[in-house]
T-cell receptor, first 114, second 111 residues
């Protein structure tokens, strides 16, 4: 149990376009979901925390207008990278947390902006 | 500000060796500490979770200890195997609900 999926697993887009990444909790309801970014050979850095039905809380230094997060249901959160640039190329990982439990992580999405 | 550091950054050992990976954190106000494994280009697999009130947790060949007062945790891997090759991350859960990850240890176990 406690499976989190992400779609797509990898995406290539052109500079200036927007790309949406989905994070789903498949067998549980997650009141809270988290989005992380991981650059090559670096650790995970929390970007934002989203609670179902409310606005996401962004970490310092993360542009909320560039990284749009929507947590419309208890099983789905989306991250949209708007006007993507090559420096946004990274590995994006989401996690979902059912009430009273720890975070369960998705498999990640590799974004390459050309 | 909570900082989490892992030593060594990389480790290469022959199969069969017992290993110790180290994790240190600067703020002892944590809920728990978790060790993860990450294979290249993949997500995270949770290995062990130690609550702040606990001293250690064991799962198979893995044993993790926690000394909250000194801000340290160790992950002990017994009889290492090539399949153990991966990056190992520790993370502390800080109030109210935030995971702070360490810098990671890249482990290679060769036959």
């Amino acid at each position: 149990g406690a499976v989190v999926s992400q779609h797509p697993s990898w995406v290539i887009c052109k500079s200036g376009t927007s790309v949406k990444i989905e994070c789903r909790s498949l067998d549980f309801q997650a009141t809270t979901m988290f989005w992380y970014r991981q650059f090559p050979k670096q650790s995970l850095m929390l970007m934002a925390t989203s609670n179902e039905g409310s606005k996401a809380t962004y970490e310092q230094g993360v542009e909320k207008d560039k990284f749009l997060i929507n947590h419309a249901s208890l099983t789905l959160s989306t991250l949209t990278v708007t006007s993507a640039h090559p420096e946004d190329s990274s590995f994006y990982i989401c996690s979902a947390r059912p009430p009273g439990y720890e975070q369960y992580f998705g498999p990640g999405t590799r974004l390459t902006v050309t | 500000k909570q900082e989490v550091t892992q030593i060594p950054a990389a480790l290469s050992v022959p199969e069969g060796e017992n290993l110790v990976l180290n994790c240190s954190f600067t703020d002892s106000a944590i809920y728990n500490l978790q060790w993860f494994r990450q294979d290249p280009g993949k997500g995270l697999t949770s290995l062990l979770l130690i609550q702040s009130s606990q001293r250690e947790q064991t799962s198979g060949r893995l044993n993790a200890s926690l000394d909250k007062s000194s801000g340290r945790s160790t992950l002990y891997i017994a009889a290492s195997q090539p399949g153990d090759s991966a990056t190992y991350l520790c993370a502390v859960r800080r109030p109210p609900d935030k995971l702070i990850f360490g810098t990671g240890t890249r482990l290679q176990v060769f036959p």
